[in-house]
């Protein structure tokens, strides 16, 4: 049976904190210099070449890609002969968003009641989500999520008789309605199938995955094609300034529905696609 201290990973989380907002992802930075290279637009090009330096300024002064350091979603993968000791876990994961946010001087933007919306002053609570796997096993993913990008989000309960061609047109309108908004160029996570929570659980998952790594089924992977290519023919740009670079991936992951349904949420993140993981 495999232990891990609470300890450790209220001290993973509050530097995994730091780290995904203050360190581009090394996929995310190849993908921006790629599209960097392919981009007409002076401004655009332009656009591009700041974001770049901006991440740069921000991992070598130590200081964040961006103000908006976001609500922490968390993903925890354990495994089924392992136990979290000297704590509870939830305890340990929200007392690292605390430490990590109030020592990295990070911008505290979590309100206690949707409504009331007094700030709980630590950026608690987080997102977390749990996965059982199998043996001595302990993943935690840190993804700070910016709400420029996810108030841009959406979810559509289309018929099965919409099929593929109206999973198409509802990320591309999804897209095409966010516009400026989400800081592009951006990344877009799509969920489709379960039910409502998981197509929508499944579409932010699928924002971890490396943005060079596509899909295993084949007409998924040609699905992620075929739509980061539709995305960036729509000429939105670079923070919506026109050109050829809206997007610089689109992730799609699916999940078994129902006969009568075909749930899709479209998840969008900016340019910064912040996360991080480590094994414990």
Not at 22 to 30: I, M, N
Not at 179 to 198: Q, R, S
Not at 233 to 241: A, E, M, N, R, T
């Amino acid at each position: 049976m495999k232990e891990v201290s609470a300890f450790n990973i209220t001290k993973a989380v509050a530097e995994m904190c730091q780290e995904a907002n203050f360190d581009l992802c090394g996929d995310v930075k190849e993908a921006l210099i790629h599209f960097k290279e392919k981009e007409v637009s002076p401004i655009g090009k332009s656009i591009l070449e700041d974001i770049l330096e901006n991440a740069e300024l921000a991992t070598v002064k130590r200081v964040p890609m961006c103000q908006d350091t976001g609500m922490t979603v968390v993903y925890v993968e354990i495994g089924s002969e392992t136990v979290v000791v000297d704590g509870f876990i939830e305890d340990a994961i929200n007392d690292g968003i605390a430490i990590g946010y109030g020592t990295g001087y990070l911008r505290k933007s979590v309100v206690k009641d949707p409504l009331i919306r007094v700030n709980t002053n630590d950026n608690t609570p987080g997102i977390i989500h749990y996965e059982m796997v199998e043996g001595e096993h302990f993943k935690i993913t840190v993804a700070p999520k910016g709400f420029g990008s996810e108030n841009m989000s959406r979810m559509k309960m289309l018929k099965p008789s919409d099929g593929i061609e109206g999973v198409k047109a509802f990320v591309l309108e999804t897209v095409s309605e966010a516009g400026p908004n989400p800081c592009p160029p951006i990344v877009v996570g799509v969920g489709i199938g379960g039910t409502i929570e998981k197509a929508a659980y499944i579409a932010k998952k699928s924002l971890m995955r490396p943005l060079d790594a596509h899909h295993p089924d084949e007409h998924i992977k040609a699905l992620e094609i075929e739509l980061l290519d539709s995305i960036n023919k729509l000429g939105i740009g670079p923070q919506g300034l026109g050109g050829l670079t809206t997007a610089i991936g689109v992730n799609i992951e699916t999940f078994p529905t129902h006969i009568a349904g075909l749930p899709v949420v479209v998840n969008i993140n900016c340019h910064a696609a912040r996360h991080v993981s480590r094994t414990l």
